[in-house]
């Protein structure tokens, strides 16, 4: 049979959201700081984010 290590619940956006891709970084860089917090378990979000925007975000 089957065992099971790990299970867990996950959040998928009915709509994403399109922004330009300064806007998305910074998004990005919030949620890395909110990820970061002790306290904090997951971090989501309906941002569409584009490959300029993560390209942005490595080179920044």
């Known amino acids: 049979g089957f065992?099971?290590?790990?299970?867990?619940?996950?959040?998928?956006p009915?709509?994403?959201l399109s922004v330009?891709?300064?806007v998305a970084?910074?998004?990005l860089r919030i949620?890395?700081?909110l990820e970061e917090?002790?306290?904090v378990q997951s971090v989501s979000s309906?941002?569409?984010i584009t490959e300029g925007?993560?390209?942005a975000l490595e080179t920044a």
């Open 31 to 33: 949620m890395e700081k």
């Open 3 to 12: 065992s099971i290590d790990d299970a867990e619940l996950r959040w998928f």
């Open 14 to 16: 009915q709509n994403e």
């Open 53 to 55: 925007a993560l390209a």
């Open 20 to 22: 330009e891709d300064k």
């Open 37 to 39: 917090l002790d306290d």
């Open 25 to 27: 970084v910074k998004n």
């Open 46 to 48: 309906n941002l569409s």
